[in-house]
């Protein structure tokens, strides 16, 4: 798909008038006028749908009850306030590389304002980034998917395909010892 289709972009929320349409929220928050649809106003978490590229400026700017955000590895780049004045916000997960930031992204964000990020992601720098309090996310281990029973018979050899997946993309190896 093209950079500027605009499926991938989040747009500034003063830009637009269109209907939400299939953006996913989850924990819906203080996104008050956010495409020129009024939201009601929960608070908590807003997790940016997989395959959004760019973040526009101004976009979640004065989301007062906003306190987390968490940005998918596709996000490239975000635009210049796009949270800005967010005083509750205090957490911005970061999935992928580091995005091109524009001005203030988090300026005015809420005391103790963080941002983790995977630790296999490029253009971090852990205790600071950008400005701000930053830390990689704690390892996750990863993640085996389910074998099933199997069986032989008594002298026979056995082949298992094994599938598993890790969430901070960390290598993987496989290993079985048999015994009697």
Same mark, same amino acid.
């Given at each position: 798909?093209?950079?500027?289709?605009?499926?991938?972009?989040?747009?500034?929320?003063?830009?637009?008038?269109?209907?939400?349409?299939?953006?996913?929220?989850?924990?819906?928050?203080?996104?008050?006028?956010?495409?020129g649809?009024?939201?009601?106003?929960?608070?908590?978490?807003?997790?940016?749908?997989?395959?959004?590229? #760019?973040?526009e @400026?101004?976009?979640?700017?004065?989301?007062?009850?906003?306190?987390?955000?968490?940005?998918?590895?596709?996000?490239?780049?975000?635009?210049?306030?796009?949270?800005?004045?967010?005083?509750?916000?205090?957490?911005?997960?970061?999935?992928?590389?580091?995005?091109?930031?524009?001005?203030?992204?988090?300026?005015?964000?809420?005391?103790?304002?963080?941002?983790?990020?995977? #630790?296999?992601?490029?253009?971090?720098?852990?205790?600071?980034w950008?400005?701000?309090?930053?830390?990689?996310? @704690?390892?996750?281990?990863?993640?085996?998917?389910?074998?099933?029973?199997?069986?032989?018979?008594?002298?026979?050899?056995?082949?298992?395909?094994?599938?598993?997946?890790?969430?901070?993309?960390?290598?993987?190896?496989?290993?079985?010892?048999?015994?009697?």
């Amino acid at each position: 798909m093209a950079a500027n289709d605009p499926s991938r972009i989040l747009p500034n929320r003063t830009s637009r008038s269109e209907k939400l349409g299939s953006w996913m929220l989850s924990g819906i928050c203080c996104v008050c006028f956010w495409m020129g649809v009024s939201l009601e106003v929960h608070g908590g978490t807003f997790v940016l749908p997989t395959g959004v590229e #760019r973040v526009e @400026a101004l976009a979640f700017s004065q989301c007062s009850l906003l306190t987390e955000v968490d940005i998918p590895a596709s996000v490239v780049e975000i635009g210049a306030d796009a949270f800005a004045a967010c005083g509750s916000l205090n957490l911005a997960i970061f999935r992928g590389d580091a995005p091109v930031m524009g001005s203030g992204v988090f300026g005015g964000a809420g005391n103790g304002f963080q941002v983790h990020y995977t #630790r296999s992601a490029i253009g971090f720098s852990t205790s600071q980034w950008m400005g701000y309090s930053a830390y990689p996310l @704690a390892n996750s281990a990863p993640e085996l998917l389910p074998v099933g029973n199997r069986s032989v018979p008594v002298g026979a050899l056995i082949q298992i395909v094994l599938d598993a997946s890790d969430a901070d993309s960390d290598e993987m190896s496989f290993s079985a010892a048999g015994g009697n």
